[in-house]
């Protein structure tokens, strides 16, 4: 029997989705805004550039918004004063405003790392595992720090300690790049239960929907083996890996049916509910799965979810404990009380208009192919 089973698969980005990079970027000294796009500023080639004898003068410019160092006459996307160029722009325009940079490669090329897909998949396995195993919510296993949290139902799915954790057998390799035309500003919106937004938009450097990666997934059957149970090292749960798109597909249907429930209640929301009723009405085959990846999918695809609001006195007992919320809630009262919405512009039928409509975050479809 082969040691590893490995699989080709094909990323299939569905909705707006952003990975940060950690850093924020700000206006007119990152990035500037002209003829409706956002051109991301090479510095070091902008102040290279300034023909300066007088060391004073240097130090002067040097200081200034490398934005006011170029002319008209630079917005060429070959120019050198510029490291890409980004379809659409910011709400916000002042100096300094914000937008949170995509993670990318050295070469500004946009990439999935592999932890971040895995995160999602042992997510994915997690809920589905919950049900599997009829766990339910009990304050008694729950730790006493917010990051720990929920360790002990972590280790009766994937195993008592490092060493015995279901997902050393799973191997995620980092995505082959594609190209910066392919990334985009997406304006992030938070909507509350009342269908109103809250507060400023979030201004995020993403990845446009229809987008497509490749990658590679390994699962290590050599840690389920005799050899293994000999060493010490067998693993529990090879089930899950043996059926990982069946899994992930069952997983994301609960979580997308609950998606709909809230949302469909919720004005301006059609097109969001939409799209999970076209994905909830996919005949799929048994090696396809949709999978929410990435910042902005909310609360729900990060954790148990659903499964710990089945008990509203254990769900009142962790916001309170954990301080999951900082307004007022009380039992009973709907947990996360708003979602994350890139708030993106559409043509209408007859193409007159130009109108706006919220769109989850961080949706893709996954296609696992066997070598």
């Known amino acids: 029997m082969a040691d590893y089973v490995v699989y080709d698969v094909t990323v299939d980005l569905l ?26 500023l090479n510095e070091d080639a902008l102040l290279e550039a300034q023909v300066v004898d007088d060391p004073a003068l240097a130090d002067v410019l040097a200081q200034r918004p490398p934005a006011e ?74 730790g006493r720090k917010r990051q720990w949290a929920a360790r002990s139902y972590e280790r009766r799915i994937f195993g008592p300690d490092p060493n015995h954790d279901l997902m050393r057998a799973l191997h995620v390799g980092d995505s082959e790049p594609v190209g910066t035309d392919r990334l985009a ?102 090696y396809r799965c949709p999978l929410p990846l990435g910042w902005g999918t909310g609360w729900p695809s990060k954790t148990f979810g659903f499964h710990l609001q089945e008990d509203q006195r254990f769900m009142a007992h962790i916001i309170h404990t954990y301080r999951l919320t900082k307004g007022r809630w009380e039992e009973g009262d709907p947990f996360p009380k708003s979602r994350r919405m890139a708030v993106v512009p559409r043509r209408t039928q007859d193409k007159k208009r130009i109108i706006t409509t919220p769109l989850p975050m961080g949706w893709v479809m996954l296609t696992f192919r066997k070598r």
Do not use: C
């Not at 909705?15 to 991301?40: A, C, F, K, M, Q």
């Not at 709400?91 to 993670?103: K, P, V």
């Not at 293994?228 to 089930?239: I, T, V």
């Open 69 to 142: 160092l170029l002319s008209p006459a630079d917005f060429k996307e070959d120019s050198p004063f510029f490291r890409y160029v980004l379809r659409g722009r910011p709400r916000a325009q002042g100096e300094g405003a914000e937008l949170r940079e995509q993670l990318k490669d050295p070469y500004d090329r946009p990439y999935l790392p592999g932890s971040t897909v895995k995160g999602a998949l042992r997510t994915a396995i997690a809920r589905y595992a919950w049900g599997e195993m009829g766990l339910r919510p009990d304050v008694r296993e729950l």
């Open 185 to 286: 500003v997406f304006n992030v919106q938070v909507f509350n239960r009342g269908g109103a937004s809250e507060g400023p938009p979030i201004e995020v450097e993403g990845i446009q929907p229809k987008t497509v990666f490749t990658l590679t997934v390994k699962v290590d059957l050599a840690l389920f083996s005799r050899w293994a149970q000999k060493h010490g090292l067998r693993l529990n749960g090879e089930k899950w890996l043996e059926r990982l798109p069946q899994v992930v597909q069952a997983s994301s249907r609960a979580l997308m049916e609950r998606e709909v429930d809230w949302l469909r209640k919720m004005p301006n929301m059609a097109s969001a509910v939409s799209l999970y009723r076209k994905l909830l009405s996919l005949n799929l085959p048994p």
């Open 15 to 40: 909705t707006p989705l952003h990975i940060g990079s950690g850093r924020i970027l700000l206006h007119e000294y990152d990035y500037v805004i002209h003829g409706n796009r956002t051109w991301r």
